[in-house]
């Protein structure tokens, strides 16, 4: 989608630290880390939000999306101590940008419930 953040990332139309690549998802480093490995997990193609992942495609994409942030999560060390991923949906839960994007989150103790 030509206006969308997260497209131009998959487009290599701005700059990001890629941790991974897959055809249909990329791993990429926050450009604002909330944890000491901060990374965002999106689908190559525009999806707006997870509610939008919807019908057998939309459920085929998630699970994809959610096996491979595991695998990334993995290969970035955060295995042993543990890690969070979650994705923010509208604006009670803060999203700012709109792509689908499933944030992994490790490094440090994560408190919650979520503020
Ligand atoms: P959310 O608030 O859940 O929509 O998450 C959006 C995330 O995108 C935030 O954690 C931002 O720090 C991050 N972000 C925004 N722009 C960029 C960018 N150009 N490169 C990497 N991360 C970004």
Known sequence: MADCLFCK???GEIPARIARRTADAVAFYDI????PVHVLVIPTRHVPAVRNAVGP??????????AF????????GLD????RIVTNTGPDAGQSVDH???HVLGG???GWPPG
Do not use: Q
């Open 32 to 35: 604002d880390p909330k944890a």
């Open 100 to 102: 689908l994007h499933l």
């Open 9 to 11: 990332v998959v487009a």
């Open 57 to 66: 495609e939309g459920e085929a994409l998630l699970g994809r999306l959610l």
């Open 80 to 83: 042993e101590r543990g890690y």
């Open 108 to 110: 440090r103790r994560l």
């Open 69 to 76: 942030s595991a695998e990334v999560a993995t290969e970035l």
